[in-house]
């Protein structure tokens, strides 16, 4: 089949604003999104500028809006889109140049939230312990991939770009349920602030959003529970 | 254009690059420079497990693990090493699990484990849990901790920075790198007491891969030309259960949870060959059975593939251990696999070969052997003797991970131990930077002249052409080339091919034009610079393989069927000169004493 896709492009050294180019890719339905990127960019444009790596959903480097929702390019086949495709860069994140975005905020927002464990006892001899049913609190957290779609897709995030947004909300929730961690006072510090848990609105864009199938709104709310207990 | 200055460069952020570089930031300045986010390395990528005799879930002893290792290497791979591999691996999982690794857990709470591949119990008798994991995504947690280490450590991180070359400086020292900001476009010099290459493999040489499309065999290319050999390239593992034609992993996990690999009659064929290990027999071996099975006429449909078969398995065992590739399966196949059969092919995965290194990941240029002779040999009483020789070291330059052959794997490596690899040779390094700054001082050596001169005029030969061919046609020739004459099975005549091919090949890679002559953000740059990276990988793999002529693990020479003890039990080393000639040297394999290791005595590979 034929395929007609549609990419938003910008040149920060040729252009002053973004424009569309549309091309003509043969495609099989089975084909991936990134299959058809590379398809143009080996075959027809090889300015077309995008990052990709693994190639199929476990680096995070492919996220961008297609057809009018946050995606991996690599996880994302043809057949699920139809013949008319349209790909746009990560929303309000400042363009590098064509589907390249400035992930630089949104990294900060993370290491804000203090993503490391945190556990100042001395380390025991062997492994420290912890149920499967402890494990199983934090599971789904740390299966994200920091792509960025969650976060990109969130209408608080499109009004306060300052929002910590959903993966770093979600980053502070795999830490403080581990049954390891000891910061749990100073992430809910952090945490527990306008622009942070309370200007989540449970809009569930990022659970839309999230290519590895994350219930993000359900333990961002956990961790709003978890933050009111703390205070009273 | 800049000059940065730090005592520590790490060239790579996977598991091997992130792991030296949080224990050498333990007394050293330290930064890590990535052609991508350190988040998006292919460490990520990883699957399965990684194995250590922790004995959580039944008894097990490094020693058996380490029987497991020298046996899966065939015999090639250095036995000092492979016994330090093994004995580090538990506190080293131990250690990673204290930085907040959240591993899989047995029911009372301590690190769960499963069977994988070639890790036996008791010297051979039956596959035994060794593999910790987190579900079927290990190497994502690990590599995230590690990042979040790094962060928590204040390490310096430079991302999307290209690095173009090594420097060593007219004493023969280290000086640091020279790298490409991608999204300025400028060059920059690092300058570093120590260097650390960990820049992970080269799958993007063969075309069907289960490598990310960054695995282009950089740090191989950059070590060669900076006069540095790479031992044992011609032994490139193909494991056998990539998804039919995309070459996407799906891991030995599934087979170590019960799954079965079955033919065109419904077969579990892997009986018949390995009947007492069966479909968790190593991955060289799986990966030939599955290809005799096809020629035989026994894959589906008569064509190029088998079946994964994990439709016995419990919904839930699926869901819970094995949720990635059950997704994966119904994104890229439209199947599922608790329903339905998973096509599979072998597909290239890993480097056994790379820059050769001790156990401490000192790199090393030369051997010097004292007893005149290249290779292993058998004393009176039939024991493998290691003759003497000596390493000529690249002062302050370090390698570990899938770039590095230190050497654990040999000629075939066992599933899980690349993780281990990893972390436990990536934490020795940063261990013995440490101890090198403190004990030869912190001062920064003397660059060589003109250092950004080579990367310059490489980039700027790509950027002013305006006539040739497109990257991509050289590449994907370039990959096809290697998967006819090079992959699974090998002969003289495809070698020669190969290497009459790769001649042509890299005059045409440099000649290549391509699109984007911009300075911002120029990934076609990249991919032309990358190009020649493959070329020289590609080449090194070639001329090795053709001049083994015997099979040993991965190096599968249907004229040569044999293992050849006698005439080839030694490393190859694979030196390319500036004037484009090439020279493969040998040097013996270390086997440790037979009295006190019986076991790691050569003898026939069964399983």
Same mark, same amino acid.
């Given at each position: 089949?034929?395929?007609?896709?549609?990419?938003?492009?910008?040149?920060?050294?040729?252009?002053?604003?973004?424009?569309?180019?549309?091309?003509?890719?043969?495609?099989?339905?089975?084909?991936?999104?990134?299959?058809?990127?590379?398809?143009?960019?080996?075959?027809?444009?090889?300015?077309?500028?995008?990052?990709?790596?693994?190639?199929?959903?476990?680096?995070?480097?492919?996220?961008?809006?297609?057809?009018?929702?946050?995606?991996?390019?690599?996880?994302?086949?043809?057949?699920?889109?139809?013949?008319?495709?349209?790909?746009?860069?990560?929303?309000?994140?400042?363009?590098?140049?064509?589907?390249?975005?400035?992930?630089?905020?949104?990294?900060?927002?993370?290491?804000?939230?203090?993503?490391?464990?945190?556990?100042?006892?001395?380390?025991?001899?062997?492994?420290?312990?912890?149920?499967?049913?402890?494990?199983?609190?934090?599971?789904?957290?740390?299966?994200?991939?920091?792509?960025?779609?969650?976060?990109?897709?969130?209408?608080?995030?499109?009004?306060?770009?300052?929002?910590?947004?959903?993966?770093?909300?979600?980053?502070?929730?795999?830490?403080?349920?581990?049954?390891?961690?000891?910061?749990?006072?100073?992430?809910?510090?952090?945490?527990?602030?306008?622009?942070?848990?309370?200007?989540?609105?449970?809009?569930?864009?990022?659970?839309?959003?999230?290519?590895?199938?994350?219930?993000?709104?359900?333990?961002?709310?956990?961790?709003?529970?978890?933050?009111?207990?703390?205070?009273? | 254009?800049?000059?940065?200055?730090?005592?520590?460069?790490?060239?790579?952020?996977?598991?091997?690059?992130?792991?030296?570089?949080?224990?050498?930031?333990?007394?050293?300045?330290?930064?890590?420079?990535?052609?991508?986010?350190?988040?998006?390395?292919?460490?990520?990528?990883?699957?399965?497990?990684?194995?250590?005799?922790?004995?959580?879930?039944?008894?097990?002893?490094?020693?058996?693990?380490?029987?497991?290792?020298?046996?899966?290497?065939?015999?090639?791979?250095?036995?000092?090493?492979?016994?330090?591999?093994?004995?580090?691996?538990?506190?080293?999982?131990?250690?990673?699990?204290?930085?907040?690794?959240?591993?899989?857990?047995?029911?009372?709470?301590?690190?769960?484990?499963?069977?994988?591949?070639?890790?036996?119990?008791?010297?051979?008798?039956?596959?035994?849990?060794?593999?910790?994991?987190?579900?079927?995504?290990?190497?994502?947690?690990?590599?995230?901790?590690?990042?979040?280490?790094?962060?928590?450590?204040?390490?310096?991180?430079?991302?999307?920075?290209?690095?173009?070359?090594?420097?060593?400086?007219?004493?023969?020292?280290?000086?640091?790198?020279?790298?490409?900001?991608?999204?300025?476009?400028?060059?920059?010099?690092?300058?570093?007491?120590?260097?650390?290459?960990?820049?992970?493999?080269?799958?993007?040489?063969?075309?069907?891969?289960?490598?990310?499309?960054?695995?282009?065999?950089?740090?191989?290319?950059?070590?060669?030309?900076?006069?540095?050999?790479?031992?044992?390239?011609?032994?490139?593992?193909?494991?056998?259960?990539?998804?039919?034609?995309?070459?996407?992993?799906?891991?030995?996990?599934?087979?170590?949870?019960?799954?079965?690999?079955?033919?065109?009659?419904?077969?579990?064929?892997?009986?018949?060959?390995?009947?007492?290990?069966?479909?968790?027999?190593? &991955?060289? =071996?799986?990966?030939?059975?599955?290809? @005799?099975?096809? /020629? $035989? +006429? #026994?894959?589906?449909?008569?064509?190029?593939?088998?079946?994964?078969?994990?439709?016995?398995?419990?919904?839930?065992?699926?869901?819970?251990?094995?949720?990635?590739?059950?997704?994966?399966?119904?994104?890229?196949?439209?199947?599922?696999?608790?329903?339905?059969?998973?096509?599979?092919?072998?597909?290239?995965?890993?480097?056994?070969?790379?820059?050769?290194?001790?156990?401490?990941?000192?790199?090393?240029?030369?051997?010097?052997?004292?007893?005149?002779?290249?290779?292993?040999?058998?004393?009176?009483?039939?024991?493998?003797?290691?003759?003497?020789?000596?390493?000529?070291?690249?002062?302050?330059?370090?390698?570990?991970?899938?770039?590095?052959?230190?050497?654990?794997?040999?000629?075939?490596?066992?599933?899980?131990?690349?993780?281990?690899?990893?972390?436990?040779?990536? &934490?020795? =390094?940063?261990?013995?930077?440490?101890? @090198?700054?403190? /004990? $030869? +001082? #912190?001062?920064?050596?003397?660059?060589?002249?003109?250092?950004?001169?080579?990367?310059?005029?490489?980039?700027?030969?790509?950027?002013?052409?305006?006539?040739?061919?497109?990257?991509?046609?050289?590449?994907?020739?370039?990959?096809?080339?290697?998967?006819?004459?090079?992959?699974?099975?090998?002969?003289?005549?495809?070698?020669?091919?190969?290497?009459?091919?790769?001649?042509?090949?890299?005059?045409?890679?440099?000649?290549?034009?391509?699109?984007?002559?911009?300075?911002?953000?120029?990934?076609?740059?990249?991919?032309?610079?990358?190009?020649?990276?493959?070329?020289?990988?590609?080449?090194?793999?070639?001329?090795?393989?053709?001049?083994?002529?015997?099979?040993?693990?991965?190096?599968?020479?249907?004229?040569?069927?044999?293992?050849?003890?006698?005439?080839?039990?030694?490393?190859?080393?694979?030196?390319?000169?500036?004037?484009?000639?090439?020279?493969?040297?040998?040097?013996?394999?270390?086997?440790?004493?037979?009295?006190?290791?019986?076991?790691?005595?050569?003898?026939?590979?069964?399983?």
């Amino acid at each position: 089949m034929q395929v007609t896709v549609k990419i938003k492009r910008f040149n920060p050294e040729t252009d002053e604003a973004p424009h569309w180019e549309t091309y003509h890719v043969p495609a099989d339905p089975m084909d991936r999104v990134l299959d058809l990127l590379n398809y143009i960019k080996w075959h027809i444009d090889g300015t077309l500028t995008y990052r990709r790596s693994c190639a199929h959903g476990v680096c995070g480097s492919d996220a961008m809006r297609i057809n009018g929702e946050n995606k991996l390019a690599c996880s994302v086949l043809v057949k699920d889109l139809g013949p008319e495709i349209t790909i746009e860069p990560l929303p309000v994140l400042p363009v590098i140049k064509d589907l390249v975005v400035d992930m630089t905020s949104f990294f900060r927002k993370y290491e804000a939230v203090k993503p490391w464990l945190i556990n100042d006892d001395p380390p025991p001899e062997r492994e420290r312990l912890q149920s499967p049913r402890d494990h199983a609190l934090i599971e789904e957290a740390t299966k994200c991939i920091l792509c960025g779609a969650c976060t990109q897709s969130c209408p608080s995030t499109w009004a306060d770009p300052d929002y910590l947004g959903p993966a770093a909300l979600l980053k502070a929730y795999r830490f403080v349920f581990d049954s390891r961690d000891q910061g749990t006072e100073e992430r809910l510090r952090i945490v527990d602030s306008n622009q942070g848990l309370w200007k989540c609105y449970t809009i569930f864009n990022c659970v839309e959003a999230c290519p590895k199938e994350i219930d993000v709104t359900r333990w961002i709310s956990a961790l709003k529970r978890r933050a009111v207990t703390a205070r009273y | 254009m800049a000059i940065f200055e730090h005592e520590v460069v790490v060239v790579g952020a996977g598991g091997a690059g992130l792991m030296a570089a949080r224990y050498a930031s333990e007394g050293a300045d330290v930064a890590v420079l990535s052609k991508l986010h350190p988040l998006r390395s292919h460490t990520g990528a990883a699957q399965g497990g990684i194995c250590a005799a922790l004995g959580n879930e039944e008894e097990d002893h490094w020693i058996w693990h380490a029987f497991d290792t020298v046996k899966g290497s065939d015999y090639l791979g250095d036995q000092d090493a492979i016994v330090i591999m093994c004995q580090d691996a538990p506190r080293t999982i131990i250690e990673l699990e204290h930085d907040g690794v959240p591993f899989s857990r047995t029911p009372d709470g301590k690190i769960a484990q499963r069977p994988f591949g070639g890790h036996t119990r008791n010297f051979g008798e039956a596959p035994v849990r060794r593999a910790c994991y987190a579900a079927d995504r290990t190497g994502h947690v690990i590599l995230h901790t590690l990042y979040e280490q790094c962060l928590k450590r204040k390490v310096r991180f430079y991302n999307e920075f290209q690095v173009l070359d090594l420097l060593i400086n007219p004493d023969g020292e280290v000086a640091g790198v020279v790298a490409y900001e991608i999204r300025t476009g400028e060059i920059h010099t690092f300058r570093a007491r120590a260097v650390v290459l960990a820049t992970g493999g080269y799958g993007r040489v063969y075309k069907t891969t289960s490598n990310a499309h960054a695995n282009t065999g950089d740090g191989f290319a950059i070590a060669l030309r900076a006069g540095i050999p790479l031992e044992d390239m011609e032994f490139v593992q193909f494991h056998p259960t990539g998804m039919y034609r995309l070459g996407i992993l799906i891991t030995e996990g599934a087979r170590g949870e019960g799954g079965v690999l079955r033919n065109r009659l419904g077969e579990r064929f892997m009986e018949r060959y390995a009947p007492t290990v069966k479909d968790l027999a190593p &991955r060289d =071996v799986i990966s030939r059975c599955i290809y @005799q099975e096809i /020629r $035989e +006429g #026994r894959g589906i449909d008569g064509k190029d593939y088998v079946y994964l078969d994990l439709t016995h398995l419990s919904l839930k065992q699926i869901e819970t251990k094995l949720p990635e590739i059950a997704t994966f399966s119904k994104i890229y196949l439209g199947i599922d696999p608790s329903r339905e059969p998973i096509p599979v092919a072998p597909t290239c995965h890993y480097a056994m070969g790379g820059i050769p290194t001790d156990p401490d990941g000192r790199v090393y240029r030369a051997v010097r052997l004292l007893e005149g002779r290249d290779g292993n040999y058998q004393d009176e009483q039939g024991r493998w003797v290691t003759p003497r020789f000596e390493l000529e070291y690249v002062p302050g330059l370090y390698a570990a991970g899938e770039v590095a052959c230190v050497s654990v794997h040999g000629a075939n490596r066992l599933g899980t131990n690349s993780l281990l690899d990893l972390v436990v040779f990536g &934490r020795r =390094v940063g261990k013995a930077i440490v101890q @090198q700054l403190e /004990r $030869e +001082g #912190r001062r920064l050596p003397a660059l060589p002249d003109d250092p950004e001169r080579r990367a310059r005029q490489t980039l700027e030969a790509i950027l002013s052409r305006s006539e040739g061919e497109s990257v991509a046609q050289v590449r994907a020739d370039l990959q096809q080339m290697m998967m006819d004459n090079v992959s699974v099975f090998r002969t003289a005549e495809t070698l020669q091919q190969a290497r009459q091919a790769i001649a042509e090949i890299r005059n045409r890679a440099e000649r290549v034009r391509i699109d984007d002559h911009g300075r911002q953000f120029n990934t076609d740059l990249m991919e032309a610079w990358e190009l020649l990276s493959l070329v020289d990988v590609a080449e090194s793999i070639i001329h090795s393989a053709e001049a083994r002529t015997e099979s040993r693990g991965a190096h599968s020479r249907e004229d040569y069927p044999k293992r050849d003890d006698a005439r080839w039990l030694k490393h190859t080393l694979f030196y390319r000169y500036p004037d484009g000639s090439v020279e493969l040297r040998y040097r013996p394999v270390t086997i440790l004493p037979a009295e006190q290791y019986p076991f790691f005595q050569p003898k026939e590979r069964k399983y």
